[in-house]
């Protein structure tokens, strides 16, 4: 399965990524101080693009363990239990940790680390239904110029959510709430799919993505069909195992509903650290990279919300998407870099929130982001 599932997570890694070569080129003409802070990350003595092995290894398996060990015991636990009370919320948690590296699978080249992507699938994304490449091509699009902010911009929250407008507050709830039992269906239906090529087209394009902006159509390759196959059938024999092991006496009729309050628990972590991730100030319009830059946050601070959203140090959001292909455990210290080398009326350094909820207050409600000049 390792070799199959490279294709869509095709791109080699030197100082940058396709998607760094296509930000440098965005960014030629159109806001210095850009080309500022790259400069003083490629003079820096540190190679802050060299991927640690050792780390991704190290925060998969602690990940893994503490997230199954808790689940096991969310599931056997007695219906209302103390255990059982415990273990929800430790379960939830270390889930959408170990989930959140599908971000990091999904920004390796397409010859590093294979091993490490091929266990992450097979025993994360393919056991939680969130194989990565359901989720590399969108993430990637989401980066790209010619989609952020767009509506076809498959993260976008304001492309799901008006903030400040209760019936889009409402309505977006409900598709969280949905959501999973409707991933959950795309596996388990996915044989259907086959009985005619349209419909099998209709499927790749508009129901192979990980992502609640159901206007998104997602662009395909033949690599792209081949990593999506590769992972749709041990996904189908997972989601199939659910009710077949119900059925067969195995598990009790509950594992469903516990197995969708879990799913919907990790769901919602995530979606709370999107509604930080940016200001959310575009009108729907192509932006150029200062002003991508721009709507984008770093979260500096240490207080307990924003560790809770922003596991692996993605808190660091502005600076992950000015230099896409730096490994995850390099963003802290080449913020410090940044911070220490930029002129002190740099824009960069006007990025810094004072916390999660000081952005994500704004989405929710609405109202108007303070200014900030480039």
């Avoid at 806001?31 to 490629?42: D, G, H, L, M, N």
């Avoid at 976008?156 to 959501?179: C, D, K, W």
Wanted: proline share 7%; glycine share 6%; charged share 15%.
């Amino acid at each position: 399965m390792s070799m199959a599932l490279q294709g869509p997570e095709a791109g080699s890694r030197a100082k940058a990524t396709a998607a760094d070569a296509d930000a440098e080129a965005a960014c030629d003409g159109t806001a210095a101080w850009i080309s500022v802070v790259r400069q003083s990350i490629r003079s820096s003595d540190t190679d802050f693009f060299r991927v640690s092995p050792v780390r991704y290894w190290i925060d998969f398996l602690l990940s893994l363990s503490l997230a199954y060990a808790a689940a096991t015991v969310y599931l056997a636990a007695p219906i209302g239990s103390w255990p059982q009370l415990v273990a929800f919320p430790l379960a939830a948690f270390w889930l959408y940790r170990l989930g959140s590296l599908v971000h990091e699978v999904c920004h390796l080249g397409q010859h590093e680390m294979p091993l490490f992507k091929a266990a992450w699938n097979a025993l994360a994304g393919v056991m939680t239904l969130t194989p990565s490449p359901f989720f590399t091509r969108h993430h990637r699009d989401h980066h790209s110029q010619r989609f952020y902010g767009t509506p076809e911009d498959p993260e976008y929250v304001a492309n799901v959510l008006e903030g400040g407008n209760a019936g889009s507050i409402a309505r977006y709830t409900a598709h969280v709430l949905v959501f999973p039992g409707v991933v959950f269906l795309r596996f388990l239906l996915a044989p259907l799919s086959f009985l005619h090529p349209q419909l099998r087209e209709w499927t790749l394009r508009r129901a192979s993505s990980l992502t609640l902006n159901r206007r998104y159509e997602r662009k395909l390759t033949p690599a792209d069909r081949r990593a999506i196959l590769a992972v749709e059938i041990p996904c189908f024999i997972r989601a199939l195992l659910i009710p077949l092991l119900i059925l067969l006496g195995f598990n009790h009729w509950s594992r469903i509903p516990l197995l969708y309050l879990l799913a919907v628990g990790t769901l919602v972590l995530n979606q709370m650290r999107q509604l930080a991730d940016h200001h959310f100030d575009g009108d729907g319009s192509r932006v150029g990279l200062d002003a991508h830059i721009i709507d984008s946050c770093n979260f500096t601070g240490r207080d307990p919300l924003t560790l809770l959203f922003f596991p692996f140090s993605i808190r660091y959001h502005a600076l992950h998407h000015l230099f896409p292909s730096m490994p995850y455990h390099h963003l802290q210290r080449a913020h410090e870099h940044l911070t220490a080398t930029l002129p002190a009326d740099s824009p960069y350094l006007a990025l810094d929130q004072a916390g999660w909820w000081s952005v994500a207050r704004r989405t929710l409600g609405g109202t108007p982001q303070p200014a900030r000049g480039a």
